[in-house]
């Protein structure tokens, strides 16, 4: 029996927030998004209609894609973008992962509205590794601008500096009890007493990690991006652009109205912190007084608390039990070692004459191994399907840091600051394993960086802060039980080390998840050869392939 295909039509629909009302870029008039269902090892056929004024595409954030970068998404990277009036197609192939993705377009800023989750259940005759929930729920964090986000996004390039501030984050796609004009739309969720209840977490914000919590209750995570893990009891959750968490919350007190909460984590020194929270309200069912006293509020970490927020993302474990093994590779072939920065160029660039607002005069710029990638004109992976030769993007990402320096120091030479331009990938042979340390640097700003990387999921086997050591830092990893993540924090002046099995033929993004530094360039591509048997190949092109 073959399912219809999903129809998800991108257009422009009306919605009030804030007091105000304006267009934004929704898939089926959705804010957020319609919810995609799926088994673990079922493919999915998804309709992409592009009914809006502008082109678009679309991503499925966490689903690896074995051997099918067709359907990945980012625009110029494997494919062209949806072109206004026109259709594509897009085959998701659910292979290794169980739990909460997501979806969400991957042009220019278009996410900021265009996403929503991606809820794969186990397959049939299996079920979770904790006890079934009464409930499962959906909780999709969220940003909101007044603005439209396409101007937001003009503004930004053209300017060199910082982007506008959102005006709101939001759950559910509601700013919540303390924004104006928000409180009848509060999201709510109701509970009975003994209960428990799995919230499915998606951090769908642009800029922002997020701090996470329940007034009164503890959250168990059970699984992140799409992977389960060894439970872990806290009062709050870190949760960055990109990643998800499982949770189980447990209704275990007094009946009455209780907050949950997101508030933002904001290690960046010049990112002005806007101190607003969002909220939504967690409501048991019975006779009680509701409205007799306020909720609560959760306990969340200071804005700029990096330590709550490394020790949170240091204590994932993956479950890596009989039911669910995990093979993280001990030997490892090649190890990459990439620094994450911010950069400046001196302004003005490339003849524009546009003032810019970086600090002192600057041009805001980010960076890998001290590389901004500047996005070709079609994309790599038709360049290189069909070998269209040179111009388009070079291979030689360097393998290691271009300058050997002191990440962490508080004084760096200037000269580092001003990163080339280029569009330069990895290439890698199939099957070979591979270690990517990030780096974290000290250039214009130290700060964190949700690096995320599409067709894979790996294995963080260690993170710390401060510089890497090549030489001790690897005795510590842990290859028992890393968490599998397609999202990893690399902290603020740290390192994070991942490692994957190259065992996904095609083209795949890397790049930091905060819009900002996507756009200011921190970014590069992976791309693994196909092997020499049938089951190593590329699927075949799809003929409805958009073009530029
Ligand atoms: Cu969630 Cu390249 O994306
Ligand atoms: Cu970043």
Not at 4 to 21: D, G, I, M, N
Not at 99 to 117: C, I, P, Q
Not at 335 to 358: D, F
Not at 385 to 412: C, M, Q, R, S, W
Request: net charge negative.
């Amino acid at each position: 029996l073959l399912d219809l295909p999903e129809c998800l039509q991108v257009k422009e629909t009306s919605y009030q927030r804030l007091c105000e009302s304006k267009n934004i870029l929704t898939v089926n008039g959705q804010f957020p998004g319609p919810t995609i269902y799926a088994r673990k090892g079922e493919t999915i056929i998804v309709d992409v209609y592009n009914k809006g004024k502008s082109n678009i595409t679309i991503h499925w954030h966490g689903v690896k894609q074995p051997r099918n970068p067709w359907s990945d998404g980012p625009e110029y990277i494997t494919q062209c973008p949806i072109q206004p009036g026109s259709k594509f197609r897009q085959m998701l192939i659910f292979s290794d992962e169980e739990g909460t993705l997501w979806w969400h377009a991957h042009k220019e800023w278009d996410r900021a509205t265009v996403h929503g989750a991606i809820v794969v259940y186990p397959k049939l005759g299996t079920t979770y590794p904790f006890p079934r929930p009464a409930a499962e729920l959906t909780v999709v964090l969220g940003e909101w601008w007044k603005e439209n986000i396409m101007l937001v996004y003009e503004q930004f390039i053209t300017s060199g500096g910082q982007p506008i501030d959102s005006d709101a984050y939001t759950i559910n796609g509601q700013p919540g009890d303390f924004y104006p004009c928000s409180k009848y739309e509060t999201f709510k969720l109701e509970v009975e007493c003994g209960k428990t209840y799995l919230l499915r977490i998606i951090n769908a914000a642009m800029n922002e990690m997020l701090f996470f919590g329940i007034a009164e209750h503890k959250l168990t995570v059970v699984g992140t991006d799409g992977s389960y893990t060894k439970p872990l009891t806290r009062d709050f959750i870190t949760i960055t652009p990109g990643q998800t968490f499982d949770c189980i919350l447990e209704a275990n007190q007094k009946p009455g109205r209780y907050y949950m909460a997101a508030r933002a984590y904001s290690s960046g020194v010049n990112v002005n912190f806007d101190n607003t929270t969002t909220t939504a309200i967690v409501e048991y069912k019975g006779n009680y007084d509701e409205y007799s006293s306020p909720p609560p509020l959760p306990y969340l970490p200071c804005y700029n608390d990096t330590l709550a927020a490394v020790d949170f993302s240091a204590s994932l474990r993956s479950l890596a039990s009989d039911d669910h093994p995990i093979t993280v590779p001990t030997e490892v072939k090649d190890r990459l070692i990439s620094t994450v920065s911010i950069n400046a160029y001196p302004c003005p660039i490339n003849g524009t004459n546009s003032t810019c607002q970086g600090p002192n005069g600057t041009r805001l710029a980010a960076s890998m191994n001290n590389i901004s990638f500047v996005n070709p004109s079609i994309d790599i992976l038709e360049a290189y399907y069909y070998h269209i030769k040179g111009v388009l993007f070079g291979e030689k990402f360097p393998k290691f840091p271009p300058y050997v320096f002191n990440y962490t120091a508080d004084v760096l030479p200037l000269r580092l600051e001003i990163p080339k331009s280029g569009t330069h990938v990895v290439m890698l042979k199939y099957n070979t394993t591979v270690e990517l340390v990030f780096q974290g640097t000290n250039l214009v700003a130290g700060i964190d960086h949700p690096m995320h990387l599409h067709g894979f999921n790996f294995y963080t086997v260690g993170l710390g802060l401060g510089n890497f050591d090549e030489r001790l830092d690897p005795l510590n990893y842990n290859l028992v039980d890393p968490p599998r993540q397609n999202t990893v924090a690399v902290p603020k002046r740290g390192w994070a080390a991942i490692r994957f099995k190259a065992d996904n033929p095609g083209v795949w993004f890397l790049h930091c998840h905060f819009e900002r530094h996507l756009t200011w360039g921190m970014k590069t591509v992976f791309i693994v050869r196909e092997g020499d048997c049938p089951e190593e190949k590329l699927l075949p092109r799809p003929l409805d392939m958009p073009r530029c």
